[in-house]
């Protein structure tokens, strides 16, 4: 599946990406160096966790490239009146009777422990490009649907800070 990214992620990638190669490669070059002066390889703990640190680094860098040439760039703006990219949306639960706040990500963005849904998971799709007071359909399965009504569109400018999730 392809990533779907904003602008902005993709530069905040790409500052990962650089930032790995000049700073933290050198650092782990060195730190790899270092333990193998130590002597005797084969029992030397501080050379497996200096090669296995510089390992883990190249597969990030890996990991980020490979993400940005398959990822799909998607636009972070919207209308005023319609649901968007990181716009903070409030919706009404009709079985539960409850509201819940929800800001819509990008999938690498997505973070249910605060609040942020992607614009790939089911209550996502259904209420992009919606409007306040419109009743959506989520459905589940084809068994089981739910409905919701958006109740207040937020439009957030400011930026998500997290670092890009992995899997």
Known sequence: MR????????????????????VVRKEC???VKEARAHGDLSENFEYHAAKKDKNKNESRIRYLERMLKTADIVSDTSKEDEVGMNNTVTVYFEEDQEE???????SIRGNSMKNRISIESPIGKAI??????D???????DQYSYFIVIKKIENTSEDVNDTIRTY
């Open 3 to 22: 990533e779907q990214l904003t602008k902005s992620d993709v530069k905040k990638i790409e500052e990962e990406i650089e930032y790995r190669k000049l």
């Open 100 to 106: 819940q706040t929800f800001r819509l990500v990008t």
């Open 135 to 141: 009743r959506i359909e989520i459905k589940v399965n």
């Open 128 to 133: 992009l490009g919606h409007k306040v007071g």
């Open 29 to 31: 070059i060195e730190a």
